[in-house]
């Protein structure tokens, strides 16, 4: 007998209509206003990085233009259309994975199959994802439809990298550029989250969590299922330090003075010391580097933690090891270990350079 399937926070909490997407009112509100005056177009083209809602904001457009009872341009999510797109029933909303149906083949069929009428729903949508990926047979096959679509078809290519595209397919195409979400809507969107499934949580774990996952949402929703694994009972922000695999705030603090003092036997101990409890040299460079950007910003704004958003004691220390230093010499140090991220990656010496 089949136990419960857990679903990952990403899939689970993944927005229905277009008033639950985070951070890209631009595309959004368009949308959203063509839906509601039926001025929709053939091809639309969404570009923007992983985790920013492109796939999310195709399916909730899917399920619009076949609503049966839309809401100020949303899907009502309640009609037999809305759910049907949402469960994967209705066989007229297909989604492609263009990485792995690259060939002309494939788009042919697509093709053919696209001139029938849709059996159940109102408008036959293609959502094609990662479409950089097709071969140039492909772009070709996709480039007839594209021209001469019939009445009820729709095509939404998603893309990481519309550069790889041909300009006779982006002209063809209605563009929507999605931005990297600004990190304060990430981290409200994780609270509502947390509410919701009765997980208590330090602000400052939350705001730790919006900044790995880096302006996207999937990826903060990722790094959030993995710190409800491991924290117990209160997620803190030494719970989610643990789970990204960082080195000690306080260690790297002490390292970081040391640097930026010009204590070399220090600096060298403590390099040594924090690699022996099993820290990579990689994810070393990257905490101190880290470690002296909140040093720049500590020295450069008067409330520099409105923008780092940390524990008011870790804060104190970032300003106390900034205050002694020169500004000019945290920004070279800045710039040696921005640089030394690069060399890491080519060396086999990881730990002399």
């Not at 002309?104 to 029938?116: G, H, P, Q, S, T």
């Not at 849709?118 to 140039?136: G, N, Q, T």
């Not at 008067?302 to 000019?328: Q, T």
Request: aromatic share 6%; glycine share 6%; net charge neutral.
């Amino acid at each position: 007998m089949w136990g419960f399937i857990y679903q990952a926070l990403y899939r689970k909490y993944r927005s229905r209509t277009f008033d639950e997407v985070c951070g890209q009112e631009q595309v959004t509100e368009t949308l959203k206003a063509q839906v509601a005056s039926g001025r929709l177009s053939h091809a639309y083209l969404f570009i923007g990085t992983r985790g920013t809602g492109k796939t999310s904001c195709a399916k909730i457009l899917a399920k619009a233009v076949n609503c049966e009872h839309p809401v100020n341009g949303n899907p009502c999510c309640q009609c037999a259309a809305c759910r049907g797109i949402d469960d994967g029933s209705v066989m007229d909303v297909v989604e492609i994975d263009a990485a792995s149906n690259n060939g002309v083949d494939n788009i042919r069929a697509l093709r053919d199959e696209a001139i029938f009428s849709p059996a159940s729903v109102k408008k036959r949508v293609y959502i094609v994802d990662e479409v950089h990926m097709l071969s140039i047979a492909a772009f070709n096959a996709l480039l007839k439809i594209l021209e001469e679509p019939p009445e009820h078809l729709m095509f939404i290519l998603a893309t990481t990298e519309p550069h790889k595209l041909p300009a006779t397919i982006l002209s063809r195409c209605m563009r929507f550029d999605f931005k990297l979400i600004p990190q304060s809507d990430i981290e409200a969107r994780l609270k509502e989250v947390f509410k919701k499934i009765g997980k208590e949580y330090e602000d400052e774990a939350v705001a730790a969590i919006a900044r790995a996952g880096a302006g996207s949402m999937r990826d903060s929703l990722s790094v959030a299922d993995m710190c409800i694994s491991y924290s117990k009972g209160k997620l803190t922000y030494k719970d989610v330090n643990e789970v990204l695999g960082s080195a000690d705030f306080y260690e790297i603090c002490k390292l970081g003075e040391s640097v930026l003092s010009g204590d070399a036997p220090s600096a060298l101990e403590q390099t040594e010391k924090v690699i022996a409890d099993g820290k990579g040299v990689g994810v070393l460079a990257k905490d101190l580097l880290v470690f002296l950007n909140r040093c720049t910003v500590a020295k450069t704004c008067k409330n520099g933690n409105a923008i780092l958003n940390l524990p008011a004691e870790m804060y104190a220390e970032v300003e106390r090891v900034a205050g002694a230093a020169e500004g000019s010499r945290i920004l070279r140090a800045c710039e040696i270990f921005a640089a030394l991220e690069s060399d890491l990656r080519y060396s086999s010496s990881p730990r002399i350079v």
